[in-house]
């Protein structure tokens, strides 16, 4: 059965738009049933629009509590029948009980090799630290800012003369890789998480 996913972005949606693609073009057996933002101009919610998607706006403001904005996130990714979460540049932190209701079944994406640089302006702190290599990871989302048991990390070169938006988009060109590579990996059945460790079982 194809997983039903949900996205939850904030932003201009390359990610989504990378899994948008993925699911068209059979990266992962899964499609992309609603995307939800916290943000009513987000170019995200137009890229699912314009894929046909329903694309919903969810405030913050309106909502009051932080447990009353979840509890509406939840109540339209259940009323799209979603099983799968990914975070694409979703720029809210997601409290306790969102984040055991989906434990698992919530991926996020995160510009640099993790544990290192988590938050945000990721390549800003790694060209500011000076690494020779960075990249991107998918990891499962779990209680902590950028933590969760990781899946998937691809590595990128930095470069000498890189700049933040340099470093920034070959990195994005991985994370859209890595996205959907996570994802067939997770619609296929075949990732077990082990403490802090995800396995991957199973040959491709
Ligand atoms: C990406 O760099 C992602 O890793 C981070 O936020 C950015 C979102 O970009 N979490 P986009 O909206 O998917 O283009």
């Not at 170019?43 to 403001?61: E, H, M, T």
């Not at 339209?76 to 720029?91: E, I, R, S, T, Y």
């Not at 902590?144 to 340099?166: C, H, K, M, Y």
Request: with cysteine; net charge neutral; hydrophobic share 45%.
């Amino acid at each position: 059965m194809p997983r039903n996913i949900g996205v939850l972005a904030s932003g201009r949606g390359t990610n989504l738009q990378a899994i948008i693609d993925g699911a068209s073009s059979g990266g992962f057996d899964g499609r992309v049933a609603v995307v939800v933002s916290d943000r009513s101009k987000a170019p995200a919610l137009d890229r699912a629009r314009q894929a046909g998607i329903p694309a919903v706006f969810v405030s913050k403001k309106e909502a009051g509590s932080q447990e009353a904005f979840e509890r509406s996130i939840a109540g339209v990714l259940d009323a799209h029948g979603v099983d799968v979460v990914c975070l694409a540049g979703f720029m809210r932190i997601l409290g306790p009980w969102f984040v055991r209701w989906y434990w698992g079944r919530m991926l996020n994406i995160h510009p640099a090799l993790l544990p290192s640089f988590p938050g945000l302006e990721a390549q800003r702190q790694a060209l500011e630290y000076g690494v020779k290599v960075s990249g991107c990871t998918v990891h499962f989302a779990d209680e902590g800012v950028d933590a969760g048991p990781i899946i998937i990390q691809r590595p990128v070169l930095v470069r000498s003369d890189d700049t933040f938006e340099t470093l920034s988009e070959r990195i994005l060109v991985e994370e859209h890789k890595a996205y959907v590579e996570a994802l067939r990996l997770l619609c296929d059945g075949r990732l077990e998480i082990q403490g802090k460790r995800v396995i991957v079982t199973g040959s491709s």
